[in-house]
């Protein structure tokens, strides 16, 4: 019997699995939980309902018939050597671009540019300092009253002064982030508050949610500095407790919901690696004006994707819709409804309707010579020959 039969799903077995490794990595980094933080329990659970939540969300989403093409084309072109240098630079381009600056959302603007990079790189260190602390990957020994040693996977790593600069900007590191988060999402609320066009398409469960979950994690959590810095430790107890079920809520929430995107972004780096390809060396010409308009990969992943999901786009002659450019594409579509799939005369020129009234071409922009009007030069030379 197989082993995989031991599970509901594959899914379930992969969450199984990923839910095992966790306990293991924490295992062998606390030195067999010897020096596992029970104070931080509650984040520990909360953190494996997360792993599962991920795993299942991210089988459900690399099934999808787009997606598993995606995917399939990444590791196809990985593995071709002739490709490797145009790979790894398409893949670092669009990391650092995408990823670092977040440069596709400063061109929507400079306001949703500046809270997206706050949420984002606010999240990036809060989940690395949470995960890492919690799991045990990342601890802090007391060599002597005055120094601390980092330990990483149970790996003594570097020394530093308890009351350094190093050591004040480590401990206050998830503070750093929550300011970062608090900025982010409050200007996001800001601009969905004031923008009326946000106000249309925004739905309070999916795109408020959201910021609201983030809004409660990050106020509790710096007022709980407050509250051990600032105020002798009062109400510590309680707004710990507060703190740790907001945590709870999110990440329960994290894989369900619109927060999703931030762990499958940086898989959007293979997309430019797939499809925008050098020109005349990877792209294919429209089967019917001859024109460059796609790449060779983007056009079989659209017949496979379209294939998968039972859409029959061939055409009567054998090719498929997607062998044609967009403009010839939406020339096909034009006849189809007109039931004029064989005009006479010239394909690109205006089409001769019953009612008498001609339609634009569907290959050319519309212009005086297109339909092949008379221009001023045509009418001062007439004008002399008939003097």
């Not at 030195?31 to 104070?39: C, G, R, W």
């Not at 593995?79 to 381009?93: E, L, Q, S, Y």
């Not at 149970?154 to 982030?177: D, E, H, Q, R, V």
Request: glycine share 6%.
């Amino acid at each position: 019997m197989e082993f995989s039969r031991s599970f509901y799903s594959k899914t379930s077995m992969y969450a199984f699995f990923v839910s095992l490794f966790l306990i293991f990595l924490t295992w062998v980094s606390t030195d067999s939980f010897l020096h596992f933080d029970m104070a931080l329990l509650g984040y520990f659970l909360s953190s494996i309902i997360f792993a599962i939540g991920i795993t299942i969300r991210m089988c459900a989403w690399l099934i999808r018939p787009a997606t598993h093409q995606v995917m399939k084309r990444s590791f196809s072109n990985l593995k071709n050597r002739k490709r490797k240098k145009r790979n790894m630079k398409a893949i670092a381009k669009t990391a650092f671009e995408n990823i670092v600056l977040q440069k596709f959302i400063f061109k929507r603007g400079i306001w949703r540019g500046v809270q997206h990079i706050m949420i984002a790189w606010g999240c990036i260190g809060s989940f690395a300092i949470t995960f890492g602390l919690t799991f045990g990957w990342l601890r802090f020994d007391l060599i002597d009253p005055s120094t601390y040693q980092i330990v990483m996977f149970n790996i003594p790593t570097m020394k530093m002064a308890a009351n350094g600069f190093l050591a004040s900007l480590i401990y206050n590191g998830l503070n750093i982030t929550a300011l970062m988060v608090l900025l982010g999402v409050v200007m996001a609320l800001i601009r969905r508050n004031k923008s009326q066009d946000v106000k249309v398409t925004q739905r309070v469960e999916f795109d408020l949610f959201p910021l609201y979950l983030l809004l409660a994690v990050t106020v509790s959590g710096l007022v709980l500095t407050v509250s051990y810095a600032f105020l002798n430790g009062f109400l510590h107890h309680y707004l710990t407790l507060i703190h740790q079920v907001t945590v709870v809520m999110l990440l329960v929430y994290f894989p369900f919901g619109k927060l999703f995107h931030f762990p499958i972004r940086p898989l959007a780096t293979a997309v430019p690696m797939n499809y925008q390809e050098e020109l005349k060396v990877d792209t294919r010409e429209c089967a019917k004006c001859k024109t460059t308009y796609s790449s060779d990969d983007q056009i079989s992943d659209v017949k496979a994707i379209l294939g998968a999901q039972s859409f029959d786009l061939k055409l009567a002659d054998g090719t498929y819709l997607s062998d044609y450019c967009p403009a010839c594409r939406r020339r096909i579509r034009a006849m189809k409804q007109m039931n004029m799939e064989a005009p006479i005369g010239d394909p690109y020129g205006p089409v001769q309707t019953r009612n008498g009234i001609h339609l634009s071409g569907f290959g050319k922009k519309r212009s005086e010579d297109f339909y092949k009007l008379p221009t001023n030069k045509d009418e001062s030379n007439s004008g002399r020959d008939l003097t």
